[in-house]
Structure formats: C-alpha cells, structure tokens
C-alpha cells in the first residue's frame, strides 16, 4: 500500500509551452519541480484494453525536456503511468531525460520510447505498422530536429516544411489519414516552433499549418503540451493568402 502510494504522489502533469523560456537558448534548461497527482482519461488511438493493465509505466523527465511529448502519447492511448523527476532512478545511462521504465524494460531517447510504447500499448501490432511509425519518428529526430532545433532555421527549415507541406496536401495525418503516433512525434516537433521561434512565418506552409492546428487542438495534446501554441497558430492562420506564396527560397 505504501508504495502504491508513493507511486501515486509521484503523478504529474506537464506544459512545455506554460514555463517562461528563453528561446535564444534554444533547449530550455532543467528544472527540480513537484507538481500534484492528475490522471489522464481520454483515448483517440486505439490501444488494445488487454494491455492496459500489464504493467506499470514511469516516464522520467520534467516540463522543460521532450517528456511532455512521451506524455501526450501516453494520455492518446490512455495508457496510466507514473511521472517521476528523481534523476537517481533515472534508467537513461547518460544522465540525461527523458527516460522510461516498464517492468523490466529501460528506455531512453524519445524516439525509441515512442516506438516501444507504440508498438507494447498502442497501434503499431504488425510489422507494417511498425514501419509506417517508424519512418515517421526517425525522420522527426534525425530531419525535423536539425532544421527546427536551431537559431538559423530560417536559413535551414523551409525547404524541409515545403516538401512536408507538399506530403500533407489532402491528408489530415500522417498515416493512414488517422492520428497515430507517428503525428505525435512529427508534430511535437512543429509545435515547438511558437515557443522557440515566435517570429517564424508558418503562413508560407498551409498544410503544415493547418496540420499544426489540428494537433495542437486534441485535448490531449493541451492537457500535456499546453495551449499557448493556439494564439501563434490563430495568428499565422489569419494572414492574407498572399503571405502564403513561396517565393525564392533557393
């Protein structure tokens, strides 16, 4: 009883987007908090409910680290889990977060921990599946990561967002044309522009834009993200069509 307790206490909701950064620094730096005990609800991927209670998921992290990211999926597929902040349990063996533990199961890297979490809890049961998450997650952190996660990103980040513009015509998501994990890990990463690059010009990609919004509108995605990101996304998506031609960029 005592350590059910203990794990319960340790339950946390985050917001990358609510916590004052300094985007010139680009990855915001880690703080200590304690925040209280919340528990997530709602599903829109479907997870097979035999699953749900195999085991017990701790993800390690804090608000200004990708964990939030792990979280939204979490709360996608509502899968419980407990939120931990102590670095001394942390199974990552870099120091560094986030982290996840699932019985005997060590994870670090967000995107390895999405693929596991996908593939044990979420949509991503054959092979296939598998592969469609898996291009996704391994092109946001190997592609997306580099153009966005930058002070140059205007010099680097267009002609990425026009090719993913041009995937995105006609499609709601990415896979399927379902919200999967793969949007997850791909819009995670579009949505930190608001909260690293404020002045960044997303008119220029309607489909990306529009994709963005659609995202950033899942309660999911608030209860663990945040909401600030809607008033950039308000103010991008109410720009004269004209801001939307894309004009020599080579």
Same mark, same amino acid.
């Given at each position: ?5 203990? !794990?319960? $206490? *340790?339950? /946390?909701?985050? =917001? ?5 950064? &300094?985007?010139?620094?680009?990855? #915001? ?17 479907? !997870?097979? $409910? *035999?699953? /749900?209670?195999? =085991? ?5 992290? &804090?608000?200004?680290?990708?964990? #939030? ?182």
């Amino acid at each position: 009883l005592k350590a059910t307790i203990a !794990a319960m $206490a *340790a339950m /946390q909701t985050v =917001s990358a987007f609510n916590v004052p950064v &300094n985007h010139l620094g680009l990855k #915001p730096r880690a703080h200590e908090r304690s925040l209280p005990v919340t528990r997530h609800a709602r599903t829109a991927v479907h !997870a097979p $409910a *035999a699953l /749900q209670l195999t =085991s017990e998921v701790t993800l390690y992290g &804090n608000r200004n680290s990708r964990s #939030p990211l792990i979280e939204w999926y979490l709360v996608e597929i509502n899968k419980q889990y407990t939120h931990s902040e102590d670095r001394a349990s942390n199974p990552n063996p870099f120091g560094k977060i986030p982290g996840l533990r699932d019985d005997k199961v060590e994870l670090f890297e967000s995107g390895a921990i999405l693929l596991y979490l996908s593939d044990k809890y979420g949509e991503s049961n054959t092979p296939e599946k598998r592969a469609d998450a898996a291009k996704w997650i391994v092109w946001a952190n190997a592609e997306l990561d580099g153009v966005l996660f930058t002070r140059d990103i205007e010099a680097r980040a267009p002609k990425v967002l026009m090719q993913l513009d041009a995937i995105l015509n006609g499609k709601e998501f990415l896979v399927g044309n379902q919200f999967s994990v793969a949007d997850v890990a791909v819009a995670s990463y579009l949505l930190f522009i608001p909260l690293f690059h404020p002045n960044f010009d997303a008119s220029r990609f309607p489909n990306v834009l529009q994709y963005m919004d659609r995202c950033a509108s899942r309660p999911a995605f608030q209860k663990t993200m945040g909401t600030n990101a809607l008033q950039y996304l308000k103010v991008q998506m109410a720009k004269k069509p004209s801001n939307n031609i894309f004009n020599k960029l080579f």
